[in-house]
């Protein structure tokens, strides 16, 4: 499990999952694309974060053991475009082309 630090709130999420959404944050920020995040929080509730070049944004993730899935990131810029990237859905179902 990793970390994604958003101010002073940490969330534990799938290692996996953490590396890709850092490849699709630095994408959009790059390009001055903030967006919407939903994450779980402790209580099992929804928090909705917005990532955005002044967010104060740490990941903290085990290393990389494969390279990350292509079909994974489009998906995820595609939600990132259309109203936020959810990372609270199931990572192990495979990403629909």
């Known amino acids: 499990m990793g970390t994604l630090h958003y101010g002073s709130t940490a969330f534990e999420l799938e290692d996996d999952a953490l590396r890709h959404f ?5 994408a959009k ?6 967006f919407l ?3 779980r ?3 099992d ?14 990941i903290a993730t085990m290393p990389a053991t494969q390279p990350l899935d ?13 109203g936020g990237i ?11 082309a």
Request: glycine content about 4%; aromatic content about 4%.
């Open 41 to 43: 929080d402790d209580d």
């Open 70 to 82: 292509q079909s994974r990131l489009q998906h995820m810029v595609a939600q990132a475009n259309k």
């Open 45 to 58: 509730g929804l928090e909705r974060i917005w990532v955005h070049a002044a967010a104060d944004v740490r």
């Open 37 to 39: 995040a939903l994450v």
């Open 22 to 26: 850092s490849a699709v944050m630095v």
């Open 86 to 96: 959810d990372l609270c859905e199931p990572w192990m179902v495979a990403v629909a």
């Open 29 to 34: 920020l790059r390009r001055g694309e903030p």
